[in-house]
């Protein structure tokens, strides 16, 4: 079974440039999640999808930051325009339909975004 | 008080060892728990969940203290393979997944 796809693994732009992350879920997995990971820390929820509703974007900062899965399948994550604090990895999950209370979330290798 | 709190880590630790990691979570409600793995460079993956009766995974071992919202997790006779970034997850609802920070575990020949 193929895991989550994302592209492109590595992207180097300067700051106020855009800047588009594209992720392809495992197949049959209706929720999708994309997360922000700085060095040291654990990722943190960016966007959280059932199907092709954003069901969680408190966290997105929206002045910037925008996301789209329109068929509830893959999805694209933008940012415009970047600055150097966005510099992190972006990492997309899945997981499927909540039952008898487990679920695993699978990751993507993510996308590692330098802003200079 | 951060949501999610572990030990900072790093730890190293010789083969053969049995090392423990430590973590605390603030929110009551939260219903689900588990340890993640991650590599160097490489995506986090599920190493396994947290059950309030204790659970065992060959040489991994996890507890859950719901009165005390504490999670540890007990790895024996350390391999060079664990070496890793060990993460302390917590849920509070269906899908909602908070991460620690992480601890470095490296394992010395």
């Known amino acids: 079974e193929a895991g989550v796809v994302q592209s492109p693994r590595y992207k180097i732009i300067e700051k106020k440039q855009p800047v588009a992350f594209w992720c392809n879920p495992i197949?049959?997995?209706?929720?999708l999640y994309w997360y922000l990971q700085n060095l040291g820390q654990g990722p943190e929820l960016l966007i959280r999808?059932?199907?092709?509703?954003?069901?969680?974007d408190s966290q997105l900062p929206k002045d910037r930051f925008s996301a789209e899965r329109l068929k509830g399948v893959d999805s694209t994550l933008k940012i415009q325009p970047a600055e150097l604090g966005d510099s992190a990895v972006y990492l997309c999950?899945?997981?499927?339909?909540?039952?008898?209370?487990?679920?695993?979330?699978?990751f993507g290798p993510g996308t590692r975004l330098t802003v200079t | 008080r951060k949501e999610v709190e572990q030990d900072p880590g790093p730890f190293n630790v010789p083969e053969g060892a049995t090392v423990a990691f430590n973590c605390t979570y603030s929110?009551?409600?939260?219903?689900?728990f588990f340890w993640y793995r991650q590599d160097c460079r490489k995506e986090p993956k599920l190493l396994m969940s947290?059950?309030?009766s204790g659970n065992e995974d060959g040489r991994f071992t996890a507890q859950l203290n719901r009165a005390s919202q504490y999670i540890s997790l007990l790895i024996r006779d350390s391999k060079l393979s664990d070496s890793a970034t060990y993460l302390c997850?917590?849920?509070?609802?269906?899908?909602?997944?908070?991460f620690g920070k992480g601890t470095k575990l490296s394992v010395i020949p």
């Open positions: 929110n009551s409600a939260s219903q689900s």
């Open positions: 947290v059950y309030s």
């Open positions: 999950a899945s997981s499927p339909a909540w039952t008898s209370g487990y679920y695993e979330q699978y």
């Open positions: 197949s049959g997995h209706n929720t």
């Open positions: 999808y059932e199907n092709e509703e954003a069901v969680d």
């Open positions: 997850v917590v849920g509070a609802g269906s899908y909602q997944l908070t």
